[in-house]
Nanobody, 120 residues
Framework: QVQLVESGGGLVQAGGSLRPSCAAS????????MGWYRQAPGKQREWVAH???????NYADSVKGRFTISRDNAKKTVYLQMNSLKSEDTAVYYC??????????????WGQGTQVTVSS
């Protein structure tokens, strides 16, 4: 069994910063690729950031230069540093990890989501 627990969302004023995290636990052999997505009210879930297993990162144009995805392998935790937040960043943020479990099968797992609200 693999579980993902997200934390670190909250309410912040425009221009502020937040750093949601996504901690994985359970029968994990290796965390491979990882990503963050978000879903605003009334909109479809959209991709925000991605990091490959070798550390290559990509970002949606809307967050490029403001958001940074990172990982702590020892803690099995993924972060999304969000700076210069705007009201349009308000959404529920979800992590998505490609995890190789102890059975050596690679599967994608989703976090439960963390609410980020930016007030203008």
């Amino acid at each position: 069994q693999v579980q993902l627990v997200e934390s670190g969302g909250g309410l912040v004023q425009a221009g502020g910063s937040l750093r949601p995290s996504c901690a994985a636990s359970g029968s994990i052999y290796r965390i491979n690729a990882m990503g963050w997505y978000r879903q605003a009210p009334g909109k479809q879930r959209e991709w925000v950031a991605h990091m490959t297993s070798v550390g290559t990162t990509n970002y949606a144009d809307s967050v490029k230069g403001r958001f940074t995805i990172s990982r702590d392998n020892a803690k099995k935790t993924v972060y999304l540093q969000m700076n210069s937040l705007k009201s349009e960043d308000t959404a529920v943020y979800y992590c998505n990890l490609d995890i190789e479990a102890m059975d050596y099968m690679n599967r994608a797992y989703w976090g439960q989501g963390t609410q980020v609200t930016v007030s203008s």
